[in-house]
């Protein structure tokens, strides 16, 4: 330690002769920063540089009067920038750390550009890289890396030193080169991590440029891989990630008492099993409802969620259920969940039931460079129980539905239609349809309810729409069904003829009086 002080202040001094300025250790220093975070810290640095501080104090030359400030407006960057990266450290390098981590990573990040360290903040990305990398999650990787290239401009011939990833070797090269090269390393990711979409938007960003630059055979190349990316949609199937709501309650989470976030948890990744997850790390209690937790109670609840994706294309059930799929997973920052209630207000269950649905906002929407959001917003809407049973109605219809679409391309997906039609008769003849029916389009309800009339009509409708799909998805599956399942069609079929069109034959009647009236 000794000898560092001596050679550091030796090195202060010839600096600052030669460029009145401190700006090449400090840039040293900053630029360096991976060696830091490896090196496991950064508390010798400080101590250190304090120690030269008290040195530079005790100068005499001429220099001194105006190297004195100077060189503690260094440290005291330094030391600033030391308590930053100790967020960071505290956390052990190993998986139950990743999200804290990158965390940690990304409000360095902040810091290191609102203070115009942009070569440090650029070696910081690669942090955020690597953990990603190690723990398989490619389309976080692919993030960073995306993010990181739309950090540095086209054409810069700034020249950059060479920057290592685990997987991702940069040599020296300009800022030019290197923003090319990460955003094609993000597309590889993207790619990896069957985000084929992610990656085709990549692909576009830099056909764009090389259009502007006239640079054809780039975009040449740039298409074949995009082919790729287009097949891979086709034929992929695809998997998505599961997202879970987590609320902390308790002291002892300091900061994070009260505060709620959405998880962004592994491809097939079970409630129970990230659950487990969650417990393991905190230790803690874990439950399942907010009712559930007391004031006192050291505890954090978890439920499962599922995005949100406002946009026109999520909701148009005229493109394909892959599409949909995608559309309902990726690139939003809503997310529902619902809990059921009972009003007390009726003896029949049916009737007496009503859904909460519950919005989460969170402040980054899914994919990102992290696997857990801030919430930051939260509505509610109440759904009383005709409007449940309205949706439920309104389900089992479009499941219907596409399975019979599907059938007529596909004979093969005749399981499918099967299985959505046992469910469809049974379930509702024996259960739900005739409970509907029961408690909603009764006289009673009538005059119990009569502000639900235009619900109460709605219904009718709706039963009288799934009359005619389950008919339709029962004519076809008897053209296709095999022998084996044909005894099974046929219970099927004498079921919905007597029992459900019983049942119907009132409501059937009631919508064309409705309709001959309206006319």
Not at 155 to 164: A, G, I, P, V, W
């Amino acid at each position: 330690k000794t000898c560092c002080r001596k050679v550091f202040l030796e090195f202060v001094q010839v600096e600052y002769k030669q460029t009145k300025s401190c700006d090449q250790l400090e840039r040293i220093v900053f630029d360096n920063i991976g060696e830091f975070v490896q090196g496991g810290g950064t508390s010798y640095l400080q101590d250190l540089l304090q120690d030269v501080q008290q040195e530079v104090h005790l100068l005499t030359d001429s220099d001194s009067t105006e190297l004195k400030p100077k060189f503690d407006s260094l440290v005291k960057n330094i030391v600033e920038f030391g308590n930053h990266l100790e967020s960071l450290q505290k956390y052990s390098p190993v998986p139950e750390n990743e999200i804290e981590r990158s965390e940690a990573a990304l409000k360095l990040i902040t810091y290191l550009k609102s203070t115009g360290r942009e070569i440090a903040a650029m070696n910081t990305y690669m942090i955020i890289f690597n953990i990603h990398y190690d723990l398989n999650n490619y389309i976080e990787a692919g993030e960073t890396l995306w993010e990181f290239g739309n950090s540095l401009p086209y054409l810069d011939n700034t020249q950059l030193n060479s920057l290592d990833g685990q997987f991702c070797k940069y040599p020296p090269q300009t800022k030019h080169e290197r923003k090319i090269q990460l955003l094609m390393n993000a597309i590889d990711f993207f790619d990896k991590g069957k985000d084929f979409e992610k990656a085709i938007k990549v692909i576009e960003q830099l056909k764009e440029f090389y259009k502007s630059r006239f640079m054809y055979s780039n975009i040449q190349s740039l298409i074949d891989r995009e082919k790729l990316m287009y097949q891979a949609i086709i034929d992929s199937e695809r998997f998505f990630a599961e997202y879970y709501f987590v609320e902390f309650h308790g002291k002892r989470f300091g900061s994070f008492d009260g505060k709620g976030f959405v998880y962004c948890a592994g491809v097939g990744e079970d409630l129970r099993s990230f659950m487990e997850r969650i417990n393991q790390k905190y230790g803690v209690p874990i439950k399942l409802a907010a009712k559930d937790v007391s004031d006192k109670e050291e505890s954090i609840l978890v439920i499962t969620v599922r995005s949100v994706n406002n946009s026109p294309e999520a909701k148009d059930e005229s493109i394909s259920e892959k599409a949909r799929k995608y559309l309902n997973s990726k690139n939003s920052n809503i997310f529902v969940y619902d809990v059921l209630a009972r009003m007390n207000k009726y003896k029949f269950p049916t009737k007496d039931v009503f859904r909460e649905r519950f919005y989460l906002h969170t402040e980054h929407p899914f994919p990102w460079l992290v696997r857990r959001s801030l919430i930051v917003n939260r509505t509610k809407e109440i759904a009383t129980p005709i409007q449940c049973a309205l949706e439920d109605l309104s389900q089992t219809y479009s499941n219907l539905n596409k399975s019979i679409a599907a059938c007529k391309v596909d004979p093969a997906q005749s399981t499918n239609l099967s299985r959505y039609l046992s469910g469809s008769i049974e379930a509702f003849v024996n259960g739900g349809l005739r409970m509907y029916v029961e408690a909603f389009l009764s006289d009673e309800y009538a005059t119990e309810e009569p502000t639900h009339q235009h619900w109460v009509k709605e219904m009718r409708l709706k039963i009288v729409s799934l009359t005619d799909v389950v008919k339709s998805g029962l004519r076809l599956y008897g053209q296709i069904c095999p022998e084996t399942m044909r005894e099974f069609h046929n219970n099927s079929k004498h079921q919905f003829d007597t029992d459900w069109m019983k049942l119907v034959q009132p409501i059937l009647k009631k919508v064309e009086e409705d309709q001959e009236n309206h006319f």
